[in-house]
């Protein structure tokens, strides 16, 4: 899919995995068809780099843009439509989350605040204020009670959403915060940092279970579905897999050359996906630690700059990744299905679109022009 003239930032995929929402430098957002690569809507409005973008669970009707112009948008993905826009924050705004009943915006800012806003209306409802630094990360838990953020100022705080008042700040780190996340039934808390560490921590009481001390900077965190596994990515290529409940080290993936900068568990559990910037995206068997595929097919035509980002569908049976050039890739995790991937800049003069089958380990190479006929 070509998607945009400046590099991506982000993408999500919609709870039926039928479409794709990306981000870009260039202030836009596009709308595509998973099945088709077809472009659905473009999505304007913003007046700089859109950061970060995101569908509204669980419907899915609307989209939800993040801008380094200090706002957010609420777009109506059936007629592009900009519904509301959430205005507020004194700098620009790095992450977006919306909670699981569909009522709620959460936006986290350089000016170290949280805002939480109606959904409906696009009015603010709090402002979230206890950081001493940038915010890079929010979620809301799945009953919409707590929120939880990251921020630079080496903390974790867990919110009221009701209140916007502060239920606990997990403070251990001894660097800036990378990531942080809930698990499904909110009974714990993952934290990564540029400290080299993960800390695992108990949601009710606030007290730290365990800590995992990474060979380099932690970059991605993430738990399975069940909350019975969770994971941690680094910016040397290291990933690690541990039981939560005790905390025990299982496996070691370190296989990627590179940093790996998003790790995702599919919806069983049995799969991880890992998207690095040595141009590989694997998907990984978490019971046994092994890798089971690789797409390697950006190996073919290099490009200097990483893949950025990685989310599977509801179903689990494919994901989408992105990368900060003009193009973004559909994978699907059955051998018998094709990956696609177009690409914009190549080594020869003419943009090429590569198709891998994982099954056969076979490539093929077609003009960009007759992509979607190839496509179909």
Known sequence: IKAHPLPLTNIDVSKDGRRCVSASYD???????????????VFEG?????????????????IISASFDRTARIHSV???????????HRGEILCVASDQQGDLVATGSLDHTVRLWDFATGDELHTLAGHTAEVVCVQFSADGVRLLSGSFDHTVILWNVATGRPVKTLLMHREAISRAELSFDGAWILSGSVDRTAILWNTDTGEPTGTCKMPSEVMSV?????????????????????????????????EHRGEVSKVMFNATGTRLASICSDHTVRLWCTSTGTCVKVSATLA?????????????DYHADCFVTGMPVVATRLLRCQPSLIIINSFANTADSAPRAVFTSLQEQQHSRVSVTHCCTAWS
């Open 27 to 41: 202030r836009t957002c596009i709308l595509w068809d998973t099945t088709t690569g077809e472009e659905l809507q």
């Open 46 to 62: 913003h007046k700089n780099v859109v950061q970060a973008v995101i569908f509204n669970f669980p419907r899915c009707d609307h």
């Open 78 to 88: 059936a007629t592009g439509e900009c519904r509301a826009v959430l205005k507020g």
């Open 222 to 254: 993430a738990f399975s579905p069940s909350g019975r596994q969770c994971a941690m990515a680094t910016a040397t290529g290291v990933i690690r897999l541990y039981t939560t409940e005790p905390f025990t080290f299982r496996h070691e993936l370190a």
């Open 300 to 312: 073919v035509f290099p490009h200097p700059d990483e893949l950025i980002a990685i989310k599977f």
